[in-house]
């Protein structure tokens, strides 16, 4: 598959418009990124800037790397390319293969270096969320564009990067034990990620709770919010009935209370969205029971994250009795608690 630099080139610097617009963006709003109220948008705006601002920086110091080396084994740097998102180092003088195989490897060294610094910084000594949250970023990003995209594209294209000269069979010792330290580092983070210390220690940097980082899957899920409405019925006064919700969803699942008083099939839907950001959503309705009018829902509450089921059932307790007060012209007006 043939590689078209000069594509790669306008990309780079199309891109480049993008970072100084990210860059212009976070000058201007620093006061509401950098305080102490770290919202959800504030963290959207730091992944885009951990890419768009920082990244080009890695790739910059990542063709220094590979400068610095071919100057050590005395070469001779005759072009030097840096498009922000791309770059490279022209050079003359060598042609030993394990001098070359290290020329290679050293610039992906400095990638890799910087995100673990980064990563380090972030949860060693750590400083406002927001800083934090973009040094992880970037930490992430530098080491998955280093060991995952960049080897994926070169192994997989006509590039001839870095790469495909680490990786070369005349070096074949050399390449044995960089894939190895190459596939640690990627097993290490995803095994890291695994471990709760971190994951807390993470939410508590960023600004995060607890409960909006845990692991959990559907069933689990399913079973805590079972918990929680259980909990919930237990002081409510009505006869109500709860059911796990089906849904098509994969990353949402919940249960369903029912009961009827007042003339109306009253229910209050509990929903937990699995992955990516936990979140809880607890929404209220209600229908005629002969069927003549037709009802309508609210949303009642949002919660953040998913805590323990002892914490979610007075939120579902609360809804349970305003649904329980509500008539179909009360349930049209009642506003939404915004969580």
Do not use: C
Request: proline content about 4%; overall charge neutral; charged content about 20%.
């Amino acid at each position: 598959m043939p590689f078209d630099f000069t594509g790669l080139i306008i990309m780079g610097l199309l891109m480049a418009v993008i970072s100084i617009r990210t860059i212009y963006q976070t000058i201007r709003d620093r006061k509401q990124l950098f305080d102490d109220n770290f919202t959800h948008a504030d963290r959207q705006h730091m992944s885009v800037a951990a890419f768009f601002i920082l990244i080009p920086i890695s790739v910059f110091f990542h063709e220094v790397g590979h400068a610095v080396a071919i100057w050590w084994y005395g070469g001779d740097v005759v072009a030097f390319g840096f498009f922000f998102f791309f770059g490279f180092v022209g050079y003359q003088g060598i042609s030993d293969l394990v001098e070359l195989f290290w020329i290679a490897l050293w610039g992906n060294i400095v990638s890799v270096a910087m995100g673990l610094g980064a990563l380090g910084l972030a949860f060693l000594r750590p400083m406002r969320a927001a800083i934090n949250y973009l040094f992880i970023m970037f930490g992430i990003l530098s080491i998955i564009m280093s060991l995952v995209f960049y080897p994926l594209m070169d192994l997989l294209s006509d590039l001839h990067g870095d790469w495909s000269t680490i990786y070369s069979s005349d070096t074949m010792n050399h390449a044995i034990g960089t894939g190895i330290v190459h596939g640690l580092i990627l097993l290490g983070m995803v095994v890291a990620w695994q471990i709760p210390a971190v994951r807390l220690r993470y939410a508590s940097i960023t600004g995060l709770q607890p409960e909006e980082i845990r692991k959990v899957n559907r069933k689990q899920v399913q079973q805590e919010l079972m918990e929680a409405a259980n909990i919930a019925m237990s002081s409510f006064d009505g006869l109500a009935r709860v059911e796990p919700m089906t849904s098509t969803d994969r990353e949402v699942t919940g249960v369903r209370i029912s009961w009827t008083s007042g003339g109306f099939t009253r229910v209050v839907v509990v929903m937990g969205q699995v992955q990516r950001r936990l979140r809880i959503e607890i929404i209220g309705g209600l229908r005629a029971l002969d069927g003549t009018e037709l009802g309508g829902e609210q949303r009642i509450k949002g919660i953040r994250g998913l805590p323990e089921p002892k914490r979610v059932a007075p939120y579902i307790l609360r809804a349970l009795k305003e649904v329980d007060r509500w008539s179909l012209q009360h349930s049209d007006e009642t506003p939404p608690d915004q969580a």
